[in-house]
């Protein structure tokens, strides 16, 4: 791969928020809405309950927190690929000498900055306005937040590949994605809540639930779960194996058939 034409991919897509500011606004607005949202119910429930609240605010406003930088990393790669489409600069990528590698790699480090940029604005927003200080989390933070952004990235490609299959009809996709598998990867509750039982195993296979469950842990007892932490990160591996060989397969796909001059075309 070369630094080089990554550098120039991540510039091009760089300054589109430069000379959108639009663009800046939908990266900020939703996180902050939705964390609003979040820590007014735990207002309303500290008003209606008695007991270890505190404990229960760091639950909900850091599991917020952590979901938005998969959110956001799953966007980074997938907006990056729609704004090519968008824009109609999709095929004057694929024909530059650009390697499949580097346009990926291009979008991981988009969707790095975007984590970056939310996570700082969520982090002084929530200690203004609820007290919350998201770095409570200590060190255990960075284990974390580097699986939650590679899960993101392997949610970002599939999104992508499911695009590139069914054309700009299924651009929805690109939001959705990491929604549909949201009730199963406990954010804001232990797998033990999810019922029936039998979907648990299916909760345990998926990389994120183990960084949340291991969030939890920390904050509960202050020790970190080096186990959780190793299945995480050898899940996360093969999800991103998989999911980089169906973009690969897609994306082959498309070209054998012609199809991206389709996105360039609608």
Known sequence: MSAAVIQALVMRYLFLYTRSPMRLIE???????ELVIWGYLTLFIQENTTGDFPRIITFLLGAMILWDVIFRAQQGVAISFLEDVWTRNLLNVFVAPVRT???????????????????????????????????????????????????GWALGMISTALILRWGQA??????????????????????????????????????????????????????????????????????????????????????????LTKFATQ
């Open 170 to 259: 299924a651009e929805s996709l690109a939001w959705a994605v990491p929604f549909f598998i949201q009730p199963f990867i406990v954010v804001f509750y232990p797998v033990s809540a999810i019922k029936p039982e039998w979907i648990q195993t299916f909760s345990w296979m998926l990389p994120p639930t183990h960084v949340f469950e291991g969030m939890r842990e920390v904050l509960n007892t202050g020790v970190f779960s080096w186990a959780k932490f190793g299945w995480a990160l050898g899940l996360n591996a093969v999800f991103l194996l998989l999911a980089g060989r169906v973009f690969y397969w897609m994306l082959h796909l498309t070209r054998q058939r012609g199809l």
């Open 27 to 33: 990266l900020l607005f939703w996180p902050v809405v």
């Open 101 to 151: 590698s580097e346009y990926l790699a291009a979008t991981f480090c988009v969707g790095f900055l975007r984590i970056l940029v939310t996570i700082t604005v969520l982090g002084i927003v929530a200690g203004v306005m609820y007290a919350f200080n998201v770095f409570t989390l200590g060190w255990a933070l960075l284990p974390f937040f580097g699986n939650l952004m590679v899960s």
